[in-house]
C-alpha cells in the first residue's frame, strides 16, 4: 500500500514536470524539425554544428533545431555581428525597427527559423507589435544603471538560457515532494525495512506529516513570483537568466553583449553582466533573472553555449556584478 501510495505520487510529479514541457499554454516548448536536407547529405554528421532555434510567443515556445556547416556558422555569426553594428549606430526607434524586420528577413532567408511561421509573424514578435501594451501595468520608476522597460532587446551571450513561468512554477512545486520521496526511501534502503511492518507503517506516517507543509507550496509559489516579476502582465512571454551562482563554481556572468531601447531610451554593454531583477534558486544554483515578458527568437549554438536573442521585453535590467 505504501510503495504504490509512493511510486504513484512520484509518477504524477513526474508527468506533471513533462507536462509542463508539453502542454499549452504559456511554458509549452514544441520541437519543430530539423533541417534533414543537410543531414541527408554525404557530410560528416561531427563537423555540423547544432543551432537550438526557439520562437517565444506569449504563451508558447516553438523550438527548431537545425545543423549548420563550418561555413554556415560563421556566415551565421557574422549577421550576428552585423546586427549589434547596427544597433549601436542606430539612433531612433524607428531605425532600430528596421533593423529587427531586416534580421528577421535574413534570419528567414538563412533557412534556421520554422517553415510554418509566417515572417509577418517573426517581425511582430520581435518588435512587441502584437502586443496591446497599453493596458500592460509597470512600474514608471527605474534606478540608475542598465535598465529599461517595454523595450527592444538584442544580444549574444554565454550563461544564458529562457525559461517558461509555468514550467518554473511546476518544478519549484513538485521538487520538494520528489526530495521527501528520495529521503525516506533512503532511509528504508539503509535500515532494510521490509514493506508493510510496523516500522513501515510508522515511517509512512511521519513520511506524510512531512508532506503537509509542501501543501500550500503551490499558491505561495505563484505569489512570491507575482512578487518577484512585480506585475501579473509580466507573464506574457518567456524570462531570461543571465548568470548564475553554483556551489562549486561560484559566480558566471554572462558573458557578450545586450542592446535595449525603449521608455529608458537606448543602452548598450559588451563585457560580463548578470540579471538584477531577481535570483531564482535552484537546487545548488542561483539563477540571475534580467529579462522577464520576452517574445522573439532566441538561437542557441550548442557548441559554444552563446545564446543570441532578439525581440522585445516588459523588464530588463542588468550590471555588471552580482548585487540583488
Known amino acids: 500500500m ?23 499554454p504559456a511554458f509549452a516548448i514544441n520541437i519543430k524539425s530539423s533541417n534533414d536536407s543537410i543531414l541527408n547529405n554525404e557530410l560528416d554528421y561531427n563537423e555540423l554544428v547544432e543551432y537550438i532555434v526557439q520562437i517565444v510567443r506569449t504563451d508558447e515556445i516553438i523550438e527548431n533545431k537545425v545543423f549548420l556547416t563550418e561555413e554556415e556558422v560563421n556566415n551565421l555569426e557574422s549577421l550576428f555581428e552585423k546586427i549589434r553594428i547596427d544597433l549601436d549606430n542606430s539612433k531612433s526607434e524607428k531605425e532600430t525597427i528596421q533593423i529587427y524586420n531586416d534580421a528577421a528577413e535574413s534570419l528567414k532567408n538563412f533557412g534556421i527559423l520554422p517553415e510554418d511561421i509566417s515572417i509577418d509573424e517573426i517581425k511582430q514578435l520581435i518588435t512587441g507589435s502584437n502586443r496591446d501594451l497599453n493596458n500592460i501595468r509597470f512600474k514608471n520608476e527605474m534606478g540608475d544603471g ?5 523595450c527592444f532587446v538584442a544580444g549574444k551571450s554565454t550563461s544564458t538560457f529562457l525559461l517558461g513561468y509555468s514550467l518554473l512554477i511546476t518544478v519549484l512545486y513538485w521538487i520538494p515532494f520528489l526530495a521527501v520521496s528520495s529521503i525516506f526511501e533512503f532511509i528504508r534502503y539503509i535500515f532494510h525495512i521490509s514493506e508493510d511492518s510496523i516500522l513501515d507503517r510508522i515511517l509512512t506516517a511521519f513520511q506524510l506529516i512531512f508532506y503537509l507543509p509542501f501543501l500550500p507550496l503551490w499558491p505561495l509559489t505563484i505569489l512570491s513570483l507575482l512578487q518577484l516579476f512585480d506585475k501579473i502582465p509580466e507573464f506574457l ?24 531601447m525603449g521608455l529608458n531610451g537606448k543602452q548598450n554593454y559588451i563585457g560580463n553582466f548578470y540579471g538584477q531583477i531577481g535570483i531564482i534558486p535552484f537546487f545548488l544554483v542561483h539563477w540571475y533573472l534580467g529579462i522577464t515578458g520576452f517574445t522573439g527568437v532566441n538561437i542557441l549554438n550548442t557548441k559554444t553555449y552563446e545564446l543570441f536573442y532578439l525581440g522585445f521585453a516588459l523588464h530588463v535590467k542588468i550590471d555588471s556584478s552580482p548585487k540583488v
Not at 5 to 24: C, T
Not at 146 to 150: A, D, G, P, V
Open 2 to 24: 505504501r510503495t504504490c501510495f509512493i511510486k504513484n505520487g512520484l509518477a504524477v510529479g513526474i508527468i506533471l514536470l513533462l507536462f509542463g514541457v508539453a502542454v499549452q
Open 237 to 260: 512571454g518567456g524570462i531570461i537568466i543571465l548568470g548564475v551562482l553554483g556551489y562549486s563554481s561560484g559566480h558566471v556572468p554572462a558573458e557578450g553583449w545586450i542592446n535595449t
Open 146 to 150: 542598465f535598465e529599461n522597460r517595454l
